[in-house]
Each structure stands twice: as structure tokens, then as C-alpha cells.
């Protein structure tokens, strides 16, 4: 098993997933592995699938993961909190892009050892106070200790999530409920995940034309990680947004 390589507290390690294997994964994905590499030279990129992802679990942590049968997303929501509790580093959804090198902006937002995309108080549906797709966090850091427990303890005994939102929920329910974990989190820094560049499945914003601003907010990103889909009806085409941004991560 690799170790980690760490500066400060921080372990410089991103870790992506695409459970079905690199081989199967889709345009959107290597754009944005390609995006993690090339801005952050100094980080190891560990560019994961469900064969491999066992080389960085426990035997403990492998066990809790695969010994419930789960839709792969909650598999891919557990497998993060694992990973992230034994080794820190960076979390990021094979379907991001990174806009900005992590070492530009990311110790600086998480004074606490810990950090995610706080979601604005009018999109806290479903009991959600934070963004999943992208989050840091120290080795064994109270936050993530938390949560990583919560999840084992969700899912002892049970055969299927109760909620496809399950892990932000556990997040929400310890807030509430552990005094130091609130404050941990009240006293992170709160960066909005940025909707321009936040997009859900079948978003039919990608399939359009770039604005016309697009340049101008490329050059100066308005959000350090962008968050796209690869879930569509019709694949975007040339000319579309999603091109432009598929572009934009490998340069």
C-alpha cells in the first residue's frame, strides 16, 4: 500500500473513482482526471475502481464497504469516507474538473482539518447542508471520524439506504447532535458550491452554446472546482458547453 505524502497535516492525495473501470469511464471523466493532474504536480492522483480500490481500504474498512450489497453510489459515498478517515487527502467525483491548483486555496479553507462546499440555506433540500462531490480532509480528523462511524453504523444490519441522500444526512444529524463536530464545521470557512459551474444530471445547460462570457470566467475561475455529469439523453455535441469545459480541463 502507497503511504501517504503529506505537507503539514494534509495528505497530497486525490483519490478518484470510477467503479466500473477507467476503461469504461466517459469523456467527462478522463477531462477531469486530466484536470487533477496537470494542476496539482506535486499530489498523487490515485485514480481508483472497485478491483483496485481494496489496496487502500482495511481489511476492516474493505469488509463494511463490500460485505452490503449497495447501488454504486452509495458504495462510492461509504468507499470516500474510508478513504478519507485512513489516508486524508481529497475527495473529488470523477465528474469534476479542477479549476485552480488545491495548493492556491484549499489549507487556507480548512482550518479545521476538514472541508466541503457548503450548500446556500435555500438548497438545503433533503436535510443538506453540504456538497459531497468534492472534500478535504486530514488523517483521522474528528470530522471524518464522525462521519466515517456514522456510515459503519448506518449500514450494520441494513440491506439497502433508507434515502438516496443517506450520507449528507448523517452529516446534518451530527451536527445537531455533537457539540464539538458543530463547531469543527461552524468555524470552516463557507464557500458556496458555485452553480454557474454546478451541474445535475441531463443538465440542459451543457448541451448549449458556452455564454458568451465564457473566456473571461475561465481565465479567472469563479469557483475552484467545477462539478459537471456524464448522466444525459442525448450527449452534448461539438460546440456545447460541455465541450468548452471538457477542453478547459486539459489545458
Known sequence: MNESVSQGRLSRIIWLLWLQGWDQAPEVAWAGRASWEKRNPGWQVHALDQANVVDFLSPEG???????????????????????????????????????????????????????????????????????????????????????????????????????????LLFTKLHAADPRFQELWDGTPQIASNYLFTHGPRSARLLQEPPPEIERLLASPPSPVFKLTHKFDTPPGPGSLMERLCAFARE
Request: charged share 20%; glycine share 8%; with cysteine.
Open 62 to 168: 474493505s469488509k463494511r464497504v463490500f460485505s452490503t450489497p449497495k447501488q454504486p453510489e452509495a458504495m462510492s459515498d461509504q468507499i470516500r469516507l474510508e478513504l478519507l478517515h485512513q489516508h486524508g487527502g481529497v475527495w473529488a467525483d470523477a465528474t469534476t474538473l479542477c479549476a485552480r491548483p488545491l495548493d492556491e486555496w484549499l489549507p487556507q479553507a480548512m482550518p479545521n482539518g476538514f472541508f466541503a462546499f457548503a450548500l446556500p440555506g435555500h438548497d438545503r433540500s433533503h436535510g443538506r447542508m453540504i456538497a459531497t462531490w468534492f472534500l478535504g480532509a486530514e488523517k483521522g480528523g474528528y470530522i471524518i471520524e464522525q462521519w466515517r462511524n456514522a456510515a459503519r453504523r448506518y449500514w450494520n444490519g441494513r440491506a439497502r439506504r433508507d434515502n438516496y441522500f443517506w450520507v449528507h
